[in-house]
């Protein structure tokens, strides 16, 4: 593959900058454009070794001084020869570095393409590869550790354990029929059937992680609703740390939905201002009480806010009902408790700062954190479609064993299940799918 180069740092100001290279004309390419202190060519120093030295642009003017480290194909990130050079981190020190590198014989680099080659170079599978992605967008300790598990390889030996259960079932009745001189046991079906059923059990669990894999690394989409007034946009102000939302003693302040994330319990949550639930005749704020129905259908926990300090009104009905028939996990809290009142509900202060101890604990409680070691959580929508249908031809293999189909039927859903899940890990995967994969990745990566 030709040789490619890019920024692996943030495009701004800082103490360090990385310009990444990789292909197989790399060591000539760092040669013509850094120039070691110790006079020996950055192709003859030893691998994985920082190396002090200048940079030089294409006329031999130094740009920095900075270190230099190069990687053989064998243990590099790519599975090809690499190098990266640590610049101070101006921009212009980096974009110098990096046009300096071009002029040397590399080109730009596409999003995603080192990560892509250390794919196609077999250091990596997709699911290492994607959490890679995830690990860089990280917003939670939880996040990271889940992506870190990925990159170590955790969801991929659970997806092998049981591709391999398939592909043992498949090897036994193709050896069977191909070699039928050569006295090799047929496994029975009973044996078959445990095997799928095992293997059944292990992409339900893995399909169930979906659900909390989405929350870990998207968040957890939360409505706050309630009647005008009752607290929502002074709540979202206080759990995202500064002044999101306006906030006044007028009725229907909040015409529309504002969304914000905050850790709450050391739950990430992608908060969800909403309009006030009452009738009105004003035509902007009914279309925001249309918009806060629809946050609550779509939401995956609901903070229903009741103002303590007054007698309970028609619309702290209507929130209560809607919180109740949602079907969804609920926390009921109880507003302005600084000015009196009780109730039912958390007793909550925006001004005091009262039960906001008791917020976090509860949250945490209904999304409790994940063990140490993990990696295991399905993260995206490809990951859970590819599980969804090697489960789906599993038990359609299970359903045709206990009809007592032909062996050939059975065959090909066992055979559809291990290529759907040679899809997670990228066995089996279309170029056009993998392509798209690392459309999502950022240059340098």
């Known amino acids: 593959m030709d040789t490619?180069?890019?920024?692996?740092?943030?495009?701004?100001?800082?103490?360090?900058?990385?310009?990444?290279?990789?292909?197989?004309?790399?060591?000539?390419?760092?040669?013509?454009?850094?120039?070691?202190?110790n006079g020996m060519p950055m192709s003859q120093q030893p691998p994985r070794r920082m190396v002090y030295g200048a940079v030089r642009d294409v006329q031999g003017r130094?740009?920095?001084?900075?270190?230099?480290?190069?990687?053989?194909?064998?243990?590099?990130?790519?599975?090809?020869?690499?190098?990266?050079?640590?610049c101070h981190g101006s921009p212009v020190v980096l974009n110098e570095t990096?046009?300096?590198?071009?002029?040397?014989?590399?080109?730009?680099?596409?999003?995603?393409?080192?990560?892509?080659?250390?794919?196609?170079?077999?250091?990596?599978?997709?699911?290492?590869?994607?959490?890679v992605v995830d690990l860089v967008d990280a917003e939670t300790a939880e996040a990271a550790r889940n992506a870190a598990?990925?990159?170590?390889?955790?969801?991929?030996?659970?997806?092998?354990?049981?591709?391999?259960?398939?592909?043992?079932?498949?090897?036994?009745?193709?050896?069977?029929?191909?070699?039928?001189?050569?006295?090799?046991?047929?496994?029975?079906p009973a044996e078959i059937a445990a095997t799928l059923q095992e293997t059944e059990a292990e992409l339900s669990d893995l399909l169930s992680t979906y659900t909390r894999g989405k929350f870990v690394k998207s968040g957890v989409a939360t409505a706050i609703i309630g009647a005008p007034n009752a607290g929502k946009s002074s709540l979202l102000n206080r759990l995202v740390g500064y002044d999101r939302a306006i906030v006044t003693d007028i009725a229907g302040t909040t015409r529309d939905t504002i969304e914000e994330k905050a850790l709450v319990g050391?739950?990430?949550?992608?908060?969800?201002?909403?309009?006030?639930?009452?009738?009105t005749d004003d035509k902007v704020e009914r279309l925001g009480v249309e918009r806060s129905r629809k946050a609550i259908e779509s939401a995956d926990l609901i903070l229903a806010l009741i103002d303590g300090s007054r007698p309970a009104s028609a619309e702290d009905a209507e929130t209560l009902d809607l919180a109740n028939a949602c079907g969804k996990p609920c926390l009921l809290l109880r507003t302005k408790s600084d000015l009196g009142g009780s109730g039912d509900g958390l007793a909550m202060s925006n001004v005091t700062?009262?039960?906001?101890?008791?917020?976090?604990?509860?949250?945490?409680?209904l999304f409790p954190a994940l063990p140490p070691k993990t990696g295991t959580l399905l993260t995206n929508a490809r990951q859970a479609d590819a599980v969804t249908r090697s489960l789906a031809s599993v038990r359609a293999a299970l359903a045709a064993l206990r009809d007592g189909v032909t062996p050939d039927a059975?065959?090909?859903?066992?055979?559809?299940?291990?290529?759907?899940?040679?899809?997670?890990?990228?066995?089996?995967?279309?170029?056009?799918?993998?392509?798209?994969?690392?459309?999502?990745?950022?240059?340098?990566?």
């Open 353 to 365: 700062g009262e039960g906001f101890d008791a917020l976090e604990a509860a949250v945490a409680a």
């Open 266 to 279: 050391g739950v990430l949550l992608r908060l969800i201002d909403t309009a006030g639930l009452r009738d």
């Open 410 to 445: 059975v065959l090909t859903e066992v055979e559809a299940a291990s290529n759907a899940l040679g899809e997670l890990t990228g066995r089996t995967a279309r170029e056009d799918m993998v392509s798209r994969i690392f459309e999502r990745f950022c240059v340098g990566k």
């Open 62 to 86: 130094v740009i920095d001084h900075a270190l230099a480290v190069r990687f053989s194909a064998e243990h590099s990130y790519t599975g090809e020869p690499g190098a990266e050079i640590h």
């Open 149 to 188: 598990g990925q990159v170590d390889g955790a969801l991929r030996r659970l997806a092998e354990g049981a591709y391999d259960k398939l592909l043992d079932i498949a090897s036994r009745f193709y050896a069977v029929v191909d070699y039928p001189d050569e006295d090799i046991e047929d496994a029975s």
């Open 4 to 37: 490619i180069a890019a920024i692996a740092t943030a495009a701004m100001p800082a103490a360090v900058g990385i310009v990444r290279l990789s292909g197989e004309d790399t060591f000539l390419v760092l040669d013509a454009l850094f120039s070691p202190l």
């Open 98 to 131: 990096l046009s300096a590198a071009f002029a040397a014989g590399a080109r730009q680099a596409k999003a995603g393409e080192f990560t892509k080659r250390a794919f196609l170079n077999g250091k990596m599978d997709l699911t290492e590869a994607e959490a």
